[in-house]
Nanobody, 122 residues
């Protein structure tokens, strides 16, 4: 099982980017998914999360600018980022809690994508 993130790049202030993260493999369902970001030398911080039912939460710093969504049929989570500013520059990581049915009951495991760099600069 892997989480593959894509969509990062260089964008000017005020611009937009859309990140995607797809879970590959089989034998699981997906619970919560989310996006985090990390600036070198700082702790990884939560950006947004989405439940399997579509409920969302956002960091105060991105509310009104970023939108998280998911396509359950494609095991994919998205992050639409608008009105980007230089403070949004970071490596963005996707995250998902995968549920595996087992004889002893369902087990939940947390997976991380490899990170995709977003640079906001003129």
């Amino acid at each position: 099982v892997q989480l593959q993130a894509s969509g990062g790049g260089l964008v000017q202030p005020g611009g937009s980017l859309r990140l995607s993260c797809a879970a590959s493999g089989s034998g699981f369902s997906i619970n919560n998914m989310g996006w985090y970001r990390q600036i070198p030398g700082k702790q990884r911080e939560l950006v947004a999360t989405i439940t399997s039912g579509g409920s969302t939460k956002y960091a105060d710093s991105v509310k009104g600018r970023f939108t998280i969504s998911r396509d359950n049929a494609r095991n994919t989570v998205y992050l639409q980022m608008n009105s980007l500013n230089p403070e949004d520059t970071a490596v963005y990581y996707c995250n998902a809690y995968l549920l595996f049915p087992q004889v002893s009951g369902t087990k939940e495991y947390r997976y991380w994508g490899q990170g995709t760099l977003v640079t906001v600069s003129s």
